[in-house]
T-cell receptor, first 111, second 117 residues
């Protein structure tokens, strides 16, 4: 079945460091891929998305490129801030009702 | 308020009691979802609804009941709460479910933290 695997956390970085959170997927068909962010005490918010191969999603300095050949959708940011501390979820959707979420990666950014 | 809201935000109950978690959205989205979030499991789908009076089971439906008499409301009921149902529950909605079309992303409520003693 469809699945999403993302790197285990927590990831701890200093402010202004480069961030990569790895995400790989297994899916039949042609999924849309998403990154959601969850700040403490809140629900998930859509961070960015890509709907077809080679698309790049971007938002708030975060980027991820849909790589069909490596079935990956890694999240990157060039310079993280303390306010980026949150849990990040990679997800896929192939149509139908179901969105498959990864287990989440917690990011801590130190000042 | 516009958006998607959940109530209560926090609930403590005892084993065997019935509990209902409320979800309300103001966008008139057709699709609504209930997830539970547990450490190490990410989000798991409990039930979903495609429209008023149309609901179906997700990945972990046992012990839960849903209804959807109005488009904007999607309550989740635990008929006889168990300790294993201690979790954070999220409601979500989306305009469509097509994989690549517009409006297919999900919007989440703030969650309800439920503790069953």
């Amino acid at each position: 079945g469809d699945s999403v695997t993302q790197m285990e956390g927590p990831v701890t970085l200093s402010e202004e460091a480069f961030l990569t959170i790895n995400c790989t997927y297994t899916a039949t068909g042609y999924p849309s891929l998403f990154w959601y962010v969850q700040y403490p005490g809140e629900g998930l918010q859509l961070l960015l998305k890509a709907t077809k191969a080679d698309d790049k999603g971007s938002n708030k300095g975060f980027e991820a490129t849909y790589r069909k050949e490596t079935t990956s959708f890694h999240l990157e940011k060039g310079s993280v801030q303390v306010s980026d501390s949150a849990v990040y979820f990679c997800a896929l959707r192939t149509g139908g009702f179901k969105t498959i979420f990864g287990a989440g990666t917690r990011l801590f950014v130190k000042a | 308020d516009a958006g998607i809201t959940q109530s209560p935000r926090y609930k403590i109950t005892e084993t065997g009691r019935q509990v209902t978690l409320m979800c309300h959205q103001t966008w008139s989205h057709s699709y609504m979802f209930w997830y539970r979030q547990d450490l190490g499991h990410g989000l798991r789908l409990i039930y979903y609804s495609a429209a008023a009076d149309i609901t179906d089971k997700g990945e972990v439906p046992d012990g839960y009941v849903v209804s959807r008499s109005k488009t904007e409301n999607f309550p989740l009921t635990l008929e006889s709460a168990t300790r294993s149902q201690t979790s954070v529950y999220f409601c979500a909605s989306s305009e469509s479910i097509g994989a690549g079309g517009p409006g297919h992303e999900q919007f989440f409520g703030p969650g309800t933290r439920l503790t069953v003693l």
